[in-house]
């Protein structure tokens, strides 16, 4: 599919770091999505008037919120099955509705009350490799917990819930390096005090700030909203064809466990309470992960791509000297992965209204030393007759990427294939009816439709 993809299309880097200093994008953290500027960009080229968008893959919102921004002629749905994830998105949009007086009010009791109340109990069942917080620091934190429990109101005490959740790795015994892991692996100390209170207020009086400022850039705000659940209950709450603009990113093909970067927070914040939840969390993942597949029997392909089938095969055949990174896992992993996709892209190809767009920010990845161009299996799968898309571009828009969760890659151990990771941009369009016809029973994967829309 190389055909189709280029560079200098006209977007900026969609790297979520981006939002670290946006109003309202900064109250998250976040390892995954893409940035604010990058959704305002998509917008004002594919949808300035106004109409429905939708991300399948909503993460903490970002999508959610700049369309929110736009104004009242825009409308927004976001799916996301990280409970976490889901609440930050569905708090941020709530941000529009907080009366900022009343905010600024709860964070100065706050600073004066919480230090004394009666603590609660620390999420029962939670357990990691070392105490995630030193036992000065949990008693305060333990302190706060029970007094943003009692805020009467529903939206304060969610946006204290999430201001905690946003800082808690902050004076914990682990950090993001970048993924969660001890402070003690990353060759720091661990944190024996700190002052929770005075690092949540900071969070808090930023927070209030950005509401003040959305609210006055945004007098006649669109509407949005985010489902906790995964983009597939999206037959019950969307019409077919009447989505304008898709704007997402899915998991990469890399095992990046989104979910277990984000544990302290579902534990923390009361959305798991046992390690079978989680369980059943990770099985409602796009993809799964390979550590809820490895030990299946082998799974193939739910479709046919040839080119595909050999490199899971390929994939199969590698072995590791720790036998449990065998390549029969990975090829477990990339089938359910790809079948995943399918299902996905036949799914966006009902819900996307006649000459509506997606635009879908992913990357390559390498597993096993094999390289996975998911960008161009995409593409090949829209544009086949099961899905029936038509591939506009796939534009590189940032090369060298970090792989940090990808086993045997060149990018951890220098292997002699030096692939390079990047990230592009995958646009696609729901052709119209009277323009599409392509009378062919199959098109070939990796050849592009003789009819195909230019």
């Keep these: 599919m190389k055909l189709f993809k280029s560079s200098g299309n006209g977007f900026s880097d969609p790297a979520f770091s981006e939002n670290r200093s946006a109003a309202v994008h900064r109250w998250v953290p976040w390892i995954a999505g893409f940035s604010a500027r990058f959704v305002s960009e998509a917008l004002e080229k594919y949808l300035a008037h106004g109409g429905l968008v939708m991300d399948p893959f909503a993460g903490v919102g970002t999508t959610i919120v700049e369309v929110i921004r736009r104004g009242r002629s825009f409308r927004a749905v976001g799916f996301e099955t990280n409970p976490y994830a889901a609440f ?49 620091v949990e008693k305060q934190v333990l302190r706060v917990l029970a007094w943003i429990q009692d805020l009467e109101s529903p939206v304060l005490r969610d946006l204290f819930r999430l201001a905690f959740a946003a800082v808690m790795v902050k004076f914990s015994n682990y950090t993001y390096e970048p993924s969660l892991g001890t402070r003690r692996g990353a060759g720091k100390p661990d944190i024996d005090d700190a002052p929770v ?18 609210q006055s850039e945004c007098l006649l705000p669109g509407e949005g909203a985010v489902h906790m659940g995964s983009w597939s209950t999206a037959r019950g ?8 603009l898709v704007i997402t990113s899915p998991p990469y093909a890399n095992n990046y466990h989104y979910l277990r970067n984000t544990r302290p927070q579902l534990w923390w914040l009361g959305f798991v309470t046992s390690t079978g939840a989680m369980r059943e969390i990770e099985q409602s993942n796009f993809g799964k992960f390979w550590q809820t597949v490895r030990e299946q029997p082998e799974i193939a392909l739910g479709f046919k791509f040839p080119a595909l089938e050999i490199l899971l ?61 998911t960008d161009e299996v995409w593409a090949d799968i829209a544009e086949s007759n099961a899905v029936g898309l038509s591939v506009q571009s796939i534009d590189v828009v940032r090369k060298k990427r970090v792989g940090n969760s990808i086993i045997n890659s060149s990018v951890r151990n220098s292997a002699a294939r030096g692939v390079k990771l990047y990230e592009a941009i995958l646009t696609l369009e729901k052709p119209k009816a009277s323009q599409h016809g392509c009378e062919a029973s199959a098109c070939d994967y990796g050849r592009p439709c003789i009819s195909k829309i230019a």
């Design 313 to 373: 095969d390929e994939v199969r055949r590698t072995k590791h000297q720790h036998r449990v990174y065998d390549g029969q896992g990975w090829a477990n992993y990339l089938a359910t992965y790809f079948n995943d996709s399918f299902d996905f892209l036949k799914a966006l190809s009902r819900y996307l209204a006649s000459g509506g767009r997606a635009l879908v920010v992913i990357g390559n990845s390498v597993v096993q030393g094999h390289e996975v161009r």
């Design 197 to 214: 209170v005075p690092v949540l207020q900071a969070k808090l009086i930023e927070m209030v700030r950005d509401v003040e400022s959305f």
């Design 88 to 136: 930050a998105a569905q708090t941020k949009i709530a941000a529009i509705t907080v009366n900022p007086r009343q905010l600024r009010a709860a964070i100065q009791r706050f600073g004066q009350e919480a230090g004394n109340v009666q603590p609660l109990e620390p999420p029962p069942g939670f357990r990691s490799r070392v105490p995630f917080f030193s036992p000065r």
């Design 237 to 244: 709450l969307l019409q077919e064809q009447s989505v304008d």
